[in-house]
């Protein structure tokens, strides 16, 4: 695959992911796919390779979209397992 179609074939990958996600409404979850979606397009299509610190700066984006997307996911386990400890309480209590 040429590297020219790396960058905007991420980009529409990107906003496909986003309104995915904001659709079920975890918004966190997106923006970090989409920044992992974005870095894998600078390094596909070369643009890291385009000014000195610029590798740096998509290692930086990818790394940001995938520390999002586990604090997403720890969160939402978190409160999923919240949520049925509190219905376990709620049943024992009308018994």
Same mark, same amino acid.
């Given at each position: 695959?040429?590297?020219?179609?790396?960058?905007?074939?991420?980009? /529409?990958? !990107?906003?496909?992911? =986003?309104?995915?996600? %904001?659709?079920?409404?975890?918004?966190?979850? @997106?923006?970090?796919?989409?920044?992992? /979606?974005? !870095?894998?397009?600078? =390094?596909?299509?070369? %643009?890291?390779?385009?000014f000195?610190?610029? @590798?740096?700066v998509f290692?930086?984006?990818?790394? !940001?979209?995938l520390m999002?997307?586990?604090?997403?996911?720890?969160?939402r386990?978190?409160?999923?397992?919240?949520?049925?400890q509190?219905?376990?309480?709620?049943?024992?209590?009308?018994?």
């Open positions: 695959m040429p590297p020219e179609i790396f960058l905007p074939l991420s980009i /529409i990958c !990107a906003g496909t992911v =986003f309104v995915r996600y %904001l659709r079920i409404r975890r918004i966190a979850a @997106g923006i970090g796919w989409v920044l992992l /979606i974005l !870095a894998l397009g600078g =390094f596909g299509s070369g %643009l890291a390779e385009s000195t610190w610029s @590798g740096f290692l930086f984006v990818a790394a !940001a979209g999002i997307v586990v604090q997403e996911a720890i969160v386990r978190r409160v999923r397992r919240n949520r049925q509190n219905q376990r309480v709620n049943l024992n209590h009308r018994s």
